[in-house]
C-alpha cells in the first residue's frame, strides 16, 4: 500500500507516528524484518476496519482510548474473513505495540486493549524426524542435486540444522569468518532479537561445511552469508526448502519433513537421550523455557520407557 493509498485509512499525523513506531521496533528493540512487516501489516489492517467502522479516515484521537468492544468487533471481522487463532493473536500484539508506543507519548491508553484477551492458540506439536533419517538428509551422497557442490551445500545447510538446532535463517546468515571459530568446536550464532548463543558442533557438521567450502566455485567473502546460489548469490531458504521437498518424495517421507521439523529433532532427540530442558532452551535459543517445554510433549514414548523402567510394580 502506497503513501497516498495509506492516506485513505488515516490522517497524516497517524501515518507519522506508524513510521516512528516501525523505526523504533527496526532499531531499539531489534526485532526480525518478518515481524515488523508483519505488524505492519496488521495494523494496516486494524486501520482499514476502524475507517469503515467510524466512518472516516482515522485519527489520533481514535485510538487514544480504545474500549475492548472495539477490538472485540475487529477480531470478529478478522474471523469472518478466515483469520486463524495465531494471525488473530500475533495481530492483537502488533496493534497493543503500536497503541502502548503512542502511550509513552501520552497521546494514548492501553488500558482498553490490554483487556482484550487473545484468542486461545491451538495446541501444535512439532513433528520431528527419526534420527535415521535426519542422518541421511544430512548426506551429500544423499542430495538429489548432480552438481557435487550444489549437493554438498544442500548438505551442510541440513547438517547445521540437525546437528546444531540452528533456525535456517541462521544457518544462511553464517560468514566464514564465524564459522571458522567452529573449528574449537563451537558457533557463537545470531538469532532472534539479535541475540547470540554458544551452540557446540560435532566434527560431521564441521567436516560437511568445509566439503562444501572446498568445492563452491564462488569466492566467499570472510564477512558475508557463506552458503552460495547456483549463480553465486546468497542462498535463499526457498531453495532448501525445495531441496528438501524433493528429497521427501525420493524417500516417501511426510509433508511434515521440513527444514525447520530438522531443528525440532535436534532437540527432541538430545530429550531423548537424556538432554535437560535448560540446556535445550540454551541450544535453541529460545527467550522462554515454557517454548522449549513443548518437547516434552513430543517424547512420549522415552516417558513411557522411563515408567516401565522404574515403577516399583513392573
Known amino acids: 500500500m502506497g503513501t497516498d493509498e495509506f492516506l485513505t485509512i488515516c490522517n497524516k499525523e497517524v501515518a507519522k507516528k506508524q513510521g516512528e513506531w516501525l523505526e523504533q521496533l527496526n532499531s ?3 526485532l526480525a524484518q518478518n515481524t515488523i512487516e508483519a505488524y505492519q501489516r496488521d495494523l494496516r489492517q486494524f486501520l482499514m476496519f476502524l475507517t469503515g467502522y467510524n466512518g472516516h479516515p482515522v485519527k489520533l484521537e481514535d485510538l487514544s482510548d480504545l474500549r475492548p468492544v472495539t477490538m472485540r468487533s475487529f477480531l470478529a471481522d478478522r474471523r469472518r474473513q478466515g483469520a486463524g487463532a495465531r494471525t488473530l493473536g500475533r495481530g492483537l500484539a502488533g496493534i497493543r505495540s503500536f497503541i502502548r508506543f503512542l502511550e509513552k507519548s501520552g497521546l494514548a491508553s492501553s488500558a482498553g486493549i490490554s483487556a482484550t484477551r487473545a484468542p486461545r492458540q491451538p495446541k501444535t506439536l512439532p513433528k520431528p524426524i527419526s534420527a535415521n533419517i535426519a542422518v541421511q538428509l544430512a548426506d551429500s551422497s544423499e542430495q538429489l542435486n548432480e552438481e557435487p557442490w550444489i549437493a554438498a551445500r ?17 544457518a544462511l546468515a553464517l560468514t566464514p569468518a564465524q564459522f571458522k571459530t567452529a573449528e574449537g568446536g563451537t558457533l557463537r550464532v545470531t538469532g532472534k532479537g539479535s541475540k547470540t548463543r554458544l551452540v557446540p558442533v560435532l566434527p ?12 563452491c566455485p564462488w569466492s566467499l567473502d570472510p564477512t558475508e552469508p557463506m552458503f552460495r ?4 548469490g546468497i542462498l535463499h531458504r526457498a531453495i532448501i526448502e525445495k531441496s528438501l521437498s524433493r528429497l521427501r518424495g525420493a524417500l516417501g517421507l511426510p509433508d511434515s519433513a521440513t527444514p525447520h521439523a530438522l531443528r525440532h529433532s535436534f532437540a527432541t532427540h538430545l530429550l531423548a537421550n537424556g538432554g535437560d530442558l535448560r540446556t535445550i532452551q540454551e541450544l535453541l535459543g529460545h527467550a522462554s523455557l515454557s517454548t522449549t517445554q513443548i518437547y516434552t510433549e513430543v517424547d512420549t514414548s522415552r516417558l513411557l520407557d522411563v515408567y516401565d523402567k522404574a515403577h516399583p510394580r513392573r
Open 28 to 30: 531499539e528493540r531489534r
Open 154 to 170: 544442500d548438505a551442510a545447510v541440513m547438517a547445521l540444522l540437525y546437528g546444531c538446532g540452528l533456525r535456517i535463517g541462521e
Open 204 to 215: 560431521v557438521v564441521t567436516e560437511a561445511v568445509k566439503s562444501y567450502v572446498a568445492l
Open 229 to 232: 546460489g547456483a549463480k553465486g
